[in-house]
């Protein structure tokens, strides 16, 4: 068992100290203050120490006292315990602290195991990652790239505070769209055994043009703000091609009562889709397989028995022969079987959601999904509160989350397209990043002083590779997941700068620094933060632990980012400062060198929970 899993686990000072204010605040100002926050910042000045408690003036008013004189108390009852010199009071009432020597020293000690200061939790119940999410018949575009980065990201997050996840791919592997598609490619006798995914795309644009709705109900889905997915299913289903529509209905029903034929063809386009997916996932180094696979198609004699219930318990009504579930708060109802007794995107998600958290007990269901389809999760969650889904056998509260993200613009601000106008495939994205990333490793190595120099085409491929792939993830997840991003692979393969290559090199770097030095067993190296750029380094290390956790909890990788970009930047200043090889003495180069060790071993974890890969050179 790792140390972090023990009684009393390393917990870094920042935290320790916020946590010695909380207690002070309710000391000397009495309960009702519990849970204020102690407010505690790095200080922008090291010289005044290494953070500051600025709770003073935000409790002044509530309390009605000076804010210097409320200062005083807090400093006067607040217990440090060791970890800090007595803090001084500057300004208007904000306190100084500074961090005794042995104290960060210490903790820097202990985080330097394994698990480098990262919690584990004890919480047993599993987790529901929904991503990814491709279509069958469809070509696998940005937006689902952005949704099993992302996803993925936070599944490593979440395994590596010791949660069990469990990544599901939703599938879209059911339904008129697909039956379409089926039944346009079995009338015009394609061979589907020889098919490919650009065919099938093909054939999906030309089932959806022949049964292309008419504009009225179209036009009536967008003003009542439908969704997407609505709006699409409006498209087939008021189709003024009302052959085409009644043949793909035919087909439907026949697929859904098993007709051995149809299913098998319908296994094959699924097999011909999961194919390009599956190299996909490989390429990004996403760990999900056919075992993650449980889309529409699975939930598909789990519909009716959601409809029964929302029956039986009376949160549905008809209207107009479609039944429908009305909100409180809101007129628009959701729809969950339409009035020809077809289901639906919705029924699907409900039936999913169902199961994910009353036959897999998870405390928290998490949907990595597009932005755009908000207003579906929201009329889902809801709906799955009235039906108390959200609650698991057991009774425990489930965390029903939508992690919504925007949109990959192109140059031109508009969606991504290829330089010949098209669709841009997620193919063609990752192989144009690995072939950056290729370029732009070989080039480097050609410089003889360079740690790649003389490596094989093979090598030179597989960090090409990571780099190429690890811009993209990081470009990714850097920013606020809503917004939208412009994709600029100039920028983000540059090896400066706010990206996945800088990291990546700083890590690299440091691998070479620490192979030239060639010592051993740095663990027992004493560790000695003379100079305030390794004090600086130090205080950024033992961040590590409460980022991850913050991860876990926000969803929101991108703070996690920055937070390696902090420490690679302040890496760098302290490597400036002091000289690590050339240090003055022995004790003070193996102290340093342990301090380089644990930054690489930070960096290399942090880009891991990022799905990013970490060469050793570059
Ligand atoms: N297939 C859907 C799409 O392409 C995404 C599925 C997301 N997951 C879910 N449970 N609805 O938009």
């Not at 008419?214 to 289903?237: C, F, M, N, V, Y």
Request: proline share 5%.
């Amino acid at each position: 068992m790792s140390a972090s899993t023990s009684a009393s686990p390393a917990r870094d000072p920042r935290t320790a100290i916020g946590l010695a204010f909380e207690q002070a605040i309710v000391t000397s100002l009495g309960d009702e203050y519990a849970g204020a926050d102690p407010l505690i910042r790095n200080t922008a000045n090291p010289e005044l120490g290494d953070f500051q408690c600025n709770a003073a003036m935000g409790l002044a008013k509530r309390v009605g006292q000076p804010p210097r004189e409320l200062a005083q108390k807090l400093v006067e009852v607040v217990d440090l315990d060791g970890l800090a010199e007595p803090p001084e009071i500057a300004g208007p009432g904000f306190i100084n602290i500074r961090l005794k020597s042995e104290a960060l020293t210490s903790s820097l000690i202990q985080m330097d195991d394994p698990e480098l200061g990262v919690e584990a939790s004890d919480d047993p119940r599993p987790i529901v990652i929904d991503l990814c999410g491709v279509n069958v018949a469809k070509q696998m575009h940005v937006g689902h790239l952005r949704s099993t980065i992302i996803g993925d990201a936070l599944a490593r997050v979440l395994e590596r505070r010791g949660r069990k996840v469990l990544r599901e791919n939703h599938l879209g592997d059911w339904g008129l769209p697909i039956a379409m598609v089926l039944h346009t490619l079995r009338a015009n006798g394609t061979d589907l055994d020889t098919l490919t995914l650009t065919e099938l795309d093909v054939a999906y644009r030309d089932a959806q043009a022949r049964a292309r709705g008419d504009a009225k109900g179209l036009e009536a889905a967008r003003t009542r703000h439908s969704g997407p997915h609505r709006i699409a299913e409006l498209e087939a289903q008021q189709s003024g091609a009302d052959e085409a529509r009644a043949a793909a209905s035919d087909t439907l029903v026949a697929l859904q009562q098993g007709d051995e034929e149809l299913v098998q063809d319908w296994n094959k386009l699924i097999d011909v889709t999961m194919q390009a997916v599956y190299e996909a996932l490989d390429l990004l180094n996403v760990q999900m397989g056919p075992d993650n696979n449980r889309g529409e198609s699975f939930y598909r004699d789990k519909l009716q028995p959601v409809i029964d219930h929302f029956e039986k318990t009376s949160l549905c009504r008809t209207d107009d022969g479609a039944l429908v579930v009305d909100f409180e708060d809101r007129k628009r109802p959701l729809l969950i079987r339409k009035r020809d007794g077809g289901f639906l995107y919705a029924t699907s998600d409900l039936a999913a959601l169902r199961h994910r958290t009353q036959e897999t007990g998870a405390s928290r269901c998490i949907y990595v999904v597009d932005a755009r389809q908000r207003d579906h999760f929201r009329d889902i969650f809801d709906a799955a509160r009235l039906a108390h889904w959200d609650r698991t056998p057991d009774d425990h509260d489930v965390q029903l989350v939508h992690v919504p993200f925007g949109s990959i613009m192109g140059p031109d601000k508009k969606p991504l397209k290829t330089r010949s106008g098209t669709n841009l495939t997620l193919a063609s994205l990752l192989a144009e990043a690995i072939e950056r990333g290729t370029s732009e490793v070989a080039s480097r190595s050609e410089n003889p002083s360079a740690p790649t120099h003389g490596l094989d085409a093979e090598a030179i491929g597989a960090i090409g590779r990571a780099v190429g792939i690890g811009a993209v993830k990081y470009a990714d997840l850097s920013n606020d997941l809503v917004r939208d991003y412009v994709f600029d692979m100039d920028r983000m393969i540059a090896f400066e700068g706010d990206t996945g290559p800088y990291l990546q090199y700083a890590h690299a770097r440091i691998c070479s620094l620490l192979e030239k030095a060639g010592e051993s067993d740095l663990g027992s190296a004493a560790i000695q933060l003379g100079d305030p750029s390794e004090r600086q380094l130090a205080l950024v290390l033992l961040r590590y632990g409460s980022t991850v956790a913050d991860v876990a909890q926000s969803l929101e990788p991108h703070r996690l980012c920055g937070f390696l970009h902090e420490l690679a930047e302040t890496f760098s200043s302290f490597y400036q400062a002091c000289p690590v090889l050339k240090a003055p003495d022995d004790q003070t180069r193996r102290s340093r060198l342990r301090l380089c060790d644990l930054a690489r071993r930070v960096l290399e974890d942090g880009l891991g929970l990022l799905g990013i890969e970490a060469p050793t050179r570059m």
